[in-house]
């Protein structure tokens, strides 16, 4: 419960309870606007949304309102799109290709690389004494992951490096394989009405799958092939479920070393196209990440903290019960165009605001997200104890790992974290897990 | 006008209200929730998309809807679409079960006669959506379809749905178009 003091005691790791509140208490938002979304690195793009010169991609950080650039000279940017006069937006659609960017209130006009250009009237109505250098956009810190783009509004933040961690580790399984890299495309944006971290905390629940997902299960099955989930699989398999830094992941072993990777486009009329690909870009993975990631092992469903969601995916918070959703795809550029427009389509029907999979989630973190507002509900915290005390540390996977990849671990382990945050007074205040994980290959944080 | 213009025009006419009457027939099977029927109103090998609207300056309105081969927020092939009705009957596709309460609003037709057996038919719409116990939506826009003219009837190849919104206000779209 949330004590008198302000501390945060909403997660008690122990018996997996859970306060209702944080999903609908105004307050509470404001404050994880501020010392969440203040303080963490957040993704906000990809490079490839800004591949040219002067390009510029419109996006968010938290609620902030934040423009993308690549100035005249290749540098990215990530600037609050507020023009310094007043506060007008100077950016008012999705993206484009532009030098500058001018206020359509009163004409101050900024260049992509932030500077202060031009103000009308400036010698006459402010007798050349404006103090232009002082007054161009305010800039986060912006780095890259594997084309990535992450900003943060907090200099006394980490690097992106240690803010990751050993996430990466996993993470270049599917994001950082191959020496050409990805590209994005979207995303699909739309409004859910329901808490952001409902979403974000269901990355790590395998236990929704057979029951929400059920139908789609069965006409997928029926129509593209895929085999029907067992109870084997969904309770005894030996996949795990990691915790690092905040951010979950899940890791499946494959049982061929050439496996296709990704599985959303996947149908029986294009199965091989798949396969082959895999089975020909097998021997630069393996020199970029090493034979276990290349060749063994599969990034499932992930989040990195706070509200990155499977992949290049966004739950942008809107106030405590709406959450504006972005849904890019990625490909590998290598991919070639057939297998493309295959992943495309699959992942449009699969996840996204039509995707026969998604579609059936959101009334469910509505729901969750809702019984905060139940004065009766409050009493009874939510039940998180699936799981407790069945994580720790594994010989070959980093952070903290369950026995089982159906475990409510991760989730305790996210409100946790969400806790550290709020609890913190400042960056020193959160606890960063040292690099454990040998990171075989030549493949950097950059790429 | 000659006797000839006449039969043109008799000719337009009919065309256009056999459509119009086409299009009423799917809307009432959409409202009726008759999937499986309005299901078999496509060709096997169609396209059915909807692009991303983009929000941009004048200047750049040949930018506003994303190109094919970038990403749709429908684009599924009759496999796909299928899937989605199917996955009504299972009862247990929970975005639609409880269904939603739907009427689509279908009007505006324009007709283009491509050849004998083809033509390209646009039509604005109004969607209403009503869920659960007080969830509404209101979704606006234009279609076009490539419509063949089959033993069966009318049949859509091609169906391009644009909507008048940007970020999409709706929890999902679990609906058809």
Known sequence: MVAVNKKYEVIDPVTGELDRRIFVDPDIYAEEQEKVFGRAWLMIGHESLVAKPNDFFHTYMGEEPVILTRDGKGELHAFLNMCRHRGNRVVR???????????????????????????????????????????????????????????????????????????????????????????????????????????????????????????????????????????????????????VNGHSLTMRFLERDDQARQTHGINPQNREMFEDYYRGTLDEAERRLGALRARRLQLGNHSLFPNGVLGLRLAHPRGPMETEFWHFVLYEKDMPKELKTALRRGSANYNGVTGVFEQDDMDNWRGVTASGLSRVARKYPQDLSMGVGRAGRHPDLPGTVSERYTSESNQRNFYLRWQQFMNAESWADIPLEPRTMEYEGTATIRG | MTASDRRATQSQQQLWHELMQFYIAEAWMLDERRFREWLDLFTDDVLYFMPRRLNVHRHELHRELSEEGDLAIFEDDKTYLTMRVDRLETGMAWAEDPPSRTRHLVGNLVVEPVSDEVVKAKTAFILYRSHHETDENIFAGSREDVLRRTDEGWKIARRTIVLDSNVILAKNLSVFF
């Not at chain 1, 890259?144 to 580790?169: H, K, M, N, Q």
């Not at chain 1, 799958?209 to 309770?235: A, N």
């Open chain 1, 93 to 243: 659609t999705d993206r484009g290709n532009a030098a500058n960017f001018a206020c359509a209130y009163h004409g101050w006009t900024f260049s992509n690389d932030g500077s202060l250009e031009y103000v009308p009237g400036e010698e006459e109505a402010y007798y050349g004494g404006l103090d232009r250098g002082s007054l161009g956009l305010i800039e986060a810190r912006l780095e890259t992951y594997a084309g990535i783009v992450f900003a943060c509004w907090d200099e006394d933040a980490p690097t992106l490096s240690e803010y990751l961690g050993d996430a990466r580790w996993c993470l270049d399984v599917n994001f950082n394989r191959l020496d050409n890299g990805t590209e994005a495309i979207g995303p699909i944006k739309w409004i859910e009405p329901l808490n952001w971290k409902a979403a974000v905390d269901n990355c790590s629940d395998n236990y929704h799958v057979p029951t929400t997902h059920l139908s789609t299960i069965i006409v997928q099955g029926r129509h593209l092939g895929i085999p029907r989930l067992t109870h084997e699989q969904q309770f005894s398999s030996t996949n795990r479920h990691m915790f």
